[in-house]
């Protein structure tokens, strides 16, 4: 079905964006990269901007979802948004958001969306 791991990914995130798209989000940037981390989606809709990572777990469960996105990653998105922040000044007024959504995990709906799944670290 996937080639690897990357293929899969890049799939989950193509779904979350039409997702996100059809609930009234603006995308404003995919794999949004630092030295030390990388966000998967940037969103923004009305005066939030919005932190989404995105796992795509289709053999996956809450156990696994929780070892995922353990506090570490969790740290790591967060410092990662504040650079993002640091560098895009025009976007610190806003309310910001850690999201994430759960592409194709078993007993779920094919996109999941946990909105304030967590808070920056």
């Known amino acids: 079905m996937y080639q690897n791991k990357k293929e899969l990914g890049n799939q989950g995130e193509d779904k979350a964006c039409l997702f996100l798209k059809e609930k009234g989000f603006t995308i404003l940037y995919r794999n949004w990269r630092t030295k030390r981390g990388e966000i998967d989606i940037i969103a923004e809709k009305n005066d939030a901007i919005v932190f ?25 998105i967060a410092e ?7 560098i895009n000044r025009k976007y610190n007024e806003r309310v910001i958001r850690f999201d994430v959504i759960v592409i194709d995990m078993p007993g779920f709906p094919n996109v999941y969306h946990i909105e304030n799944a967590f808070f920056g670290a």
Do not use: C, I, N, W
């Open 52 to 76: 989404v990572e995105v796992k795509t777990l289709p053999s996956g469960s809450l156990e696994t979802l929780s070892r995922e996105l353990d506090k570490r990653k969790q740290k790591r």
């Open 80 to 86: 990662t948004a504040k650079r993002f922040l640091t």
